[in-house]
């Protein structure tokens, strides 16, 4: 999986080809409809180098030749429009004028590099078109009043969420979201990726059994792998790593190492990671084991949710 960053530079080459493709095309159009116009651009080329020169030759005959450069123009002009064409047609096409579709303006990165980068960023999120609309605005505390207990715990749960998802890569925080099937654990999980999109940090979202059916595939199958060995290192330089669903997956001692290696790398090197599981911290160590219920349990801030099964 390519980086949100390589993405964004490659539609931005992909405008200029597709701009110069346009250019050449318009050129080609006006030359066959108006083969004068050939002649005013040799001009023009011709008086441009004369104006570095003069520029060179310390400014003698500059204003002479830039006037004469002005006419041409003109006239350039005046025939695109006697020929039903507009004054601007053979100019350079950009999508962005501030950038020149290059995506920097003088050495530091355009607004429209900045909106294809968040745009790649929350693509590589891997979150389904449904829980892009899961955010805290939608987080509907309707569901769980009737149960005052249910409504305070919920309630804590969703500040929590929001305080994590708005602090995690300064406080280099990681969270363990527990609780019942059906409680409001993976949409908790949607609004702190959708948060984090927001605030622009790079988030890879995927269930437990599907990022140790992808571990596994790299570590025992051969060939093939290489978009997996993307993905990997996609997820491994990500801000912000949520896995939802953990002991919903065929646990093996493969997956109960690879489960520990990741908690652990990640937690050295200070990513955020967020897991959700509906077991408790019992039920952990007797699936994984006593060491990685104890780093879960004990290096990650452990959020509750509490009530009936919502689905």
């Not at 999986?1 to 050129?27: D, F, P, V």
């Not at 290059?102 to 530091?108: A, H, I």
């Not at 389904?128 to 899961?134: D, G, N, P, V, Y």
């Not at 596994?216 to 801000?239: M, R, V």
């Amino acid at each position: 999986m390519k980086s949100a960053y390589a993405l964004a530079m490659e539609e931005l080459n992909s405008r200029q080809e597709k701009n110069k493709a346009e250019m050449e095309m318009r050129h080609g159009e006006v030359l066959i409809k108006v083969p004068e116009m050939a002649k005013i651009e040799t001009a023009l080329a011709k008086e441009g180098t004369n104006l570095l020169r003069a520029v060179l030759d310390g400014g003698r005959d500059f204003e002479k030749i830039k006037s004469e450069i002005q006419s041409l123009q003109e006239k350039k002009k005046n025939l695109l429009k006697d020929n039903g064409f507009s004054e601007d047609y053979l100019d350079d096409i950009y999508e962005c004028s501030k950038c020149r579709d290059t995506g920097f303006v003088d050495g530091l990165r355009c607004d429209c590099h900045k909106m294809l980068i968040n745009k790649y960023i929350a693509k590589n999120s891997n979150l389904s078109e449904l829980m892009r609309k899961q955010t805290f605005e939608n987080f509907d505390m309707g569901l769980f009043t009737g149960d005052e207990k249910v409504e305070k715990v919920m309630k804590k749960a969703c500040g929590e969420a929001l305080k994590f998802s708005n602090s995690f890569d300064e406080e280099k925080s990681s969270l363990l979201i527990m609780g019942a099937a059906g409680t409001g654990k993976t949409f908790l999980s949607s609004c702190i990726a959708n948060r984090a999109l927001e605030r622009g940090k790079t988030v890879y979202y995927v269930s437990a059994f599907q990022i140790f059916d992808m571990f596994e595939k790299i570590h025992f199958e051969k060939g093939n792998t290489e978009e997996l060995l993307q993905t990997e290192k996609y997820i491994n330089d990500a801000d912000l790593l949520i896995i939802d669903d953990l002991g919903t997956e065929f646990v093996t001692q493969f997956t109960a190492a690879a489960l520990f290696n990741l908690v652990n790398s990640r937690l050295i090197e200070e990513k955020s990671t967020v897991i959700s599981t509906n077991l408790n911290k019992d039920e952990l160590a007797d699936l994984y084991s006593q060491r990685i219920a104890s780093r879960l349990t004990g290096e990650y801030k452990v959020i509750l949710t509490l009530g009936k099964d919502l689905r």
